[in-house]
């Protein structure tokens, strides 16, 4: 897919593709940040959307920060759509290269309700801190895990 074809599946998707879509997988997909700002808004159009995995990416921060907490629209722009992600309940950012400052736009956007019915978080393997990471485990009924900074 890569950033290139990014556009394609996000007009897809905002033609009204795959409406009673629950679960998508574009794992390894050559996803770098504008490839996923360009999907951002269409994954949020996804009503039924329930398990999402983007792992093995290359987007970081940037492309998070489309996904979870978009900047808001200009004046007398309607908002941008969100009924996608009050559904999500399993969000797979493993092998991505999130950083702290994804980890405190996400911890953000949960603490704003923009992921209400979010119950897994999967981190394996990202650039972010131990302390990072830590911010999830008290607070959510969220799981999250950093195999790159666990023993054996």
């Known amino acids: 897919l890569g950033d290139a074809g990014s556009p394609a599946l996000a007009a897809a998707l905002g033609r009204g593709a795959l409406p009673h879509l629950k679960m ?5 997909a050559g996803i770098g940040d504008a490839g996923l700002v360009t999907l951002a808004p269409a994954l949020r ?3 039924w959307l329930d398990d999402l995995d983007l792992s093995g990416n290359l987007f970081g921060d940037e492309g998070l920060a489309a996904l979870v907490a978009p900047p808001p629209p200009p004046p007398g722009a309607l908002p ?3 009924e996608g992600l009050a559904k999500l309940k399993t969000l797979e950012l493993c092998n991505t290269r999130m950083s702290d400052a994804g980890c405190a736009t996400l911890t ?20 972010a801190s131990d302390a990072a990471i830590a911010a999830f485990y008290p607070r959510y009924r969220v799981r999250c895990y950093n195999l790159s900074r666990m023993d054996g």
């Open 45 to 47: 159009r996804l009503p």
């Open 108 to 127: 953000s956007a949960l603490h704003s309700g923009a992921l209400p019915a979010l119950e897994e978080l999967k981190l394996f393997h990202i650039p």
């Open 24 to 28: 998508l997988s574009l794992w390894k």
């Open 80 to 82: 941008p759509p969100t």
